[in-house]
T-cell receptor, first 114, second 114 residues
């Protein structure tokens, strides 16, 4: 069965610093990978997704992620953090041909400090 | 385009009482999902509908949870009787056929069981 592991339930960065949120996946077949963001008291919003093709994926709000098959990773990065990036971030996976069943990681709470 | 609508946003009940949550997906989206998000955890899929048929309900506690999607549009999730451990946010999401796995989420219904 496919799954994702997010390393670090809480990450704190200074405003303007690099954001790096880690995600490793486990899948027996090529996966589709996603990053969702959840602001307080709101639903989840898609940041970016990898399905096929280019392994570096750019998303909204300046975020990007790189699919690395050799490392089974899909880490999320942003060069310069902004206060508005403070939220919870979820990595998720769908097994190709798996009927759109999205499996989420446990989430990483990002805190941005002045 | 209207997003996924959910109600109520908040509900507080005593254990052993019943509760129902309603979801109206994005117009034209064939697939509808109910996720349970317990504090500090990632969302867990409870049930997935394709039109008005159930695709996956393997993680739905069927002794107390039920869901229906009559006419393949809006959906209701019911819990009866509620337990303390059912305290969570219940997220509804929808996706289009061939949508590449992108789910659109509502703001969620927060349930507190006392």
């Amino acid at each position: 069965a496919q799954s994702v592991t997010q390393l670090g339930s809480h990450v704190s960065v200074s405003e303007g610093a690099l954001v790096l949120l880690r995600c490793n996946y486990s899948s027996s077949v090529p996966p589709y990978l996603f990053w969702y963001v959840q602001y307080p008291n709101q639903g989840l919003q898609l940041l970016l997704k990898y399905t096929t093709g280019a392994t570096l994926v750019k998303g909204i709000n300046g975020f990007e992620a790189e699919f690395k098959k050799s490392e089974t990773s899909f880490h999320l990065t942003k060069p310069s953090a902004h206060m508005s990036d403070a939220a919870e971030y979820f990595c998720a996976v769908i097994r190709t041909g798996g009927g759109n069943k999205l499996t989420f990681g446990t989430g990483t709470q990002l805190k941005v400090e002045l | 385009e209207a997003g996924v609508a959910q109600s109520p946003r908040y509900k507080i009940i005593e254990k052993r009482q019943s509760v129902a949550f309603w979801c109206n997906p994005i117009s034209g989206h064939a697939t509808l999902y109910w996720y349970q998000q317990i504090l500090g955890q990632g969302p867990k899929l409870l049930i997935q509908f394709q039109n008005n048929g159930v695709v996956d309900d393997s993680q739905l506690p069927k002794d107390r949870f039920s869901a229906e999607r009559l006419k393949g549009v809006d959906s209701t999730l019911k819990i009866q009787p509620a337990k303390l451990e059912d305290s969570a946010v219940y997220l509804c999401a929808s996706s289009a056929m061939g949508g590449g796995g992108e789910l659109f989420f509502g703001e969620g219904s927060r349930l507190t069981v006392l």
